[in-house]
């Protein structure tokens, strides 16, 4: 049943959007999801911003309320398509996250939301590895996903959305722990900010 709903969501940019705005309510709302990254951030105008596996451009839309420098990546046509279609004043880049084609110490922020549990553990660490490098000295590498829920009541409810639209993956994520990850990658990482009953986190590392 995961594969197929999965399947359909990705398929159907209606029940896509339907999906997220139905997870996002944890938080108050997907605007706010989209957000959560950025939240008490002071980010240039003149900034180089990556919306890292960008999807239909969610989180594109308001990286440009920040700077007008917006580079989305994704590995996906049809989704950048839809960002494209959706979100249109930003730049757009089809590559893979792990392997991007971008200069050494191009941007001054990297985003991410809501797509490190869509990667099995090597890819993570070979993206982590990606991120320090276009990232210029200082930079900033911000993002929210999923977190092993610190409120039990959270649980069913997590577990409910993973087996109807996530992988094996999300649930290895659960029991990664990206600021270590990060750490040895050599970024400098605070505490995460959790939300939802501990069942997302925001982490906004440094170079």
Known sequence: MATILRDLSYRYQWLYDGISRLAALSVGGEARFR???LQGLTIDSGSQILDLCCGSGQATEFL???SPNVTGLDASPRSLQRARSNVSNATYVEAFAENMPFADHQFDVVHT???LHEMQPEQIWQILQEVYRVLKPGGLFTLVDFHPPTNPIFWPGVAMFFWLFE???AWQLLK???PQLLTQVGFSVPAPK????????VIQARK
């Open 194 to 201: 959790l939300y939802a009953g501990g069942s997302l986190q």
């Open 176 to 178: 990664t722990d990206l």
């Open 35 to 37: 957000q959560l990254a």
């Open 113 to 115: 939301s809501a797509a």
């Open 167 to 169: 992988t094996e993956t």
């Open 64 to 66: 440009l309320k920040l």
